[in-house]
């Protein structure tokens, strides 16, 4: 009801932040070069010789490592050091409501930037005939991936009103959830602990989840594991904020 | 009503506003004085909600506002210290998220707007962005944010701070006009705005309340009958001794 007018509210109100401002043209620009650098030359899209977008999606968590920061950074930082915050919070407005808003609208702008990369998808389907719902889930994946990435900015976003120290931390925590499920570190991590421990470290990873998206299968321990990890850090958001008021 | 009991808050051992009672009922406007540091915007954001107080109970309209804030706050509108705004954001479009955040719809919307938008004197600025406005501009656009839903209180952190004279002379006689039929609560360091504006003031210092009264009564405290002598008096030994 009322709720969900608020949100809607909100969600428009950061969303015209986004398109007002020329960062976020500038964003999108890097975001489609970047995706379109690491698909094609790095990935080598074409020398694999088969019909599947296996080099797009495997850059996202490392392309999202900086550019999703980069757009939650602002979301609570941005509301402290203007004061805006304390406008928000005494209207007839709930913390979730405000923080649920502000994260659907970065979630969006985001799935706008993913959408762009539809040139990919006509791309592949023109050179040869990929198997199209695994290319869906991948999207999904992907999408589920910034999400997570973005709750954890948000979070971070609320602990500072410096935007640079909420980029930095969020990178970092970030990175942690990759590298606990990248395979290079695994492999190490596997020396000198025992395989349980490394398989439970792994289980956090954002990788580890992510996996099966690339493949094609949708299992609900994997979305589960994202949709988790964003009310988490959400949650945390809010007792963030709740901490900060109380001074 | 607004009604404050026994409000504490406590930042680490330091009691920013000890023992804090009062009430502003309709048609009273509440002058909230005291020196820097005194605990005057401490109170106002604990009345609003932005911060939960240490103890002590504060109703807006006998709504609780840490157990049942949505309706308290539905109820008040506030212009925080410092008047922040969105920077990224036309006055027109920050006026109508305010709009929409209270609730208002359609041409309902529009007309509030159209009121404080006149009432705050803001026409000339309506499609500049905040963070290209004068300081005054600025403030005059957070008071008509304030006052868009017509509430019933009015919570005002230094209200005319910013402003020209001709500005300050209009907001004190809003304040005095609205006041008749809304319970208001501002706080100034100008002595002149109390006699201009209110039907009741507060001094506090150091958390404390050191007088409640009309400004009348105030003044008779002092020889002179000047609000100034009584402010400095009640008030200066201590920040002298700080
Ligand atoms: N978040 C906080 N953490 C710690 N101390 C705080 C915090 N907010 C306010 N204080 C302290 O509480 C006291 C009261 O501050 P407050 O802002 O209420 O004063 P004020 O009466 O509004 O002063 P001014 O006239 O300068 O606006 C000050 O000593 C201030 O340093
Ligand atoms: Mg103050």
């Known amino acids: 009801m009322n709720s969900w007018a608020n949100i809607k509210a909100i969600v428009k109100r950061e ?79 709930t913390t979730w409501e405000a923080i649920v808003g502000k994260f659907l609208a970065s979630w969006l702008f985001l799935a706008i930037a993913l959408a762009l990369t539809f040139p990919v998808v006509v791309t592949v389907n023109w050179l040869g005939s990929p198997d199209n719902g695994v290319i869906f889930a991948g999207y999904l994946g992907s999408l589920f991936l910034a999400g997570s990435y973005l709750a954890v900015s948000c979070m971070t ?40 421990v490394v398989e439970v470290i792994a289980a956090f990873s954002v990788m ?33 904020i709740r901490n900060h008021r109380a001074g | ?96 998220f305010a709009a929409e955040l209270r609730g208002l719809q359609g041409s309902a919307r529009k007309q509030a707007i159209s009121r404080v938008v006149e009432l705050c004197f803001l026409e000339n600025v309506l499609y500049q962005t905040i963070d290209t406005l004068s300081k005054g501009y600025k403030h005059r656009t957070c008071l008509a944010q304030s006052l868009v839903h017509d509430p019933d209180f009015l919570i005002m952190d230094e209200p005319t701070d910013g402003l020209d004279p ?40 150091r958390g404390r309340i050191v007088a409640n009264g009309t400004p009348q009564e105030l003044k008779a405290r002092s020889p002179e009958g000047r609000l100034e002598d009584v402010f400095r008096a009640i008030t200066l030994p201590d920040t002298v001794k700080h």
């Open chain 2, 1 to 96: 009503m607004i009604k404050v009991e026994n409000l504490v808050k406590a930042f680490g051992p330091k009691l920013a506003v000890n023992d804090v009672s009062f009430t502003v009922e309709r048609g009273e406007v509440l002058g909230f004085l005291g020196p820097n540091g005194a605990g005057k915007s401490t109170t106002m954001r604990m009345i609003t909600g932005f911060i939960p107080p240490t103890s002590g109970r504060i109703t807006v309209g006998g709504h609780d506002i840490v157990e049942d804030p949505l309706p308290a706050k539905r109820l008040f509108g506030y212009l925080p210290e410092n008047a922040p705004g969105y920077a990224d954001m036309t006055v027109h479009g920050f006026l109508n």
């Open chain 2, 166 to 205: 001709n500005q300050k002379h209009e907001v004190r006689n809003l304040l005095k006009h609205m006041g008749e039929k809304k319970a208001i609560i501002f706080s100034t360091h100008i002595l002149e705005e109390v006699e201009a504006a209110c039907t009741r003031v507060i001094i506090i210092d």
């Open chain 1, 208 to 240: 580890t989840h992510f996996e099966g998206f690339q493949r094609g299968v949708l299992d609900t321990r994997d979305v589960v594991f994202f949709a988790s990890a964003i009310g988490f850090a959400l949650f945390a958001t809010g007792v963030i």
């Open chain 1, 15 to 93: 969303l015209g932040g986004y398109f007002t401002s020329p960062i976020a043209y500038i964003f999108l620009v890097i975001f489609l070069l970047l995706t379109g650098f690491f698909t094609f030359t790095v990935g080598s899209f074409f020398e694999r010789g088969e019909a599947s977008l296996v080099s797009f999606f495997t850059w996202h968590p490392w392309l999202y490592l900086f550019l999703v920061p980069a757009v939650g950074m602002r979301l609570w930082s941005e509301e402290r050091r203007l004061g805006t915050i304390e406008l928000l919070l005494t209207m007839p407005v």
């Open chain 1, 157 to 196: 976003s609320a602990m500072t009103r410096n935007q640079v120290i909420s980029f930095i931390v969020s990178v970092l925590i970030c990175l942690f959830l990759i590298l606990a499920g990248y395979e290079p570190v695994t492999g190490l991590l596997s020396r000198v602990a025992s395989p349980r």
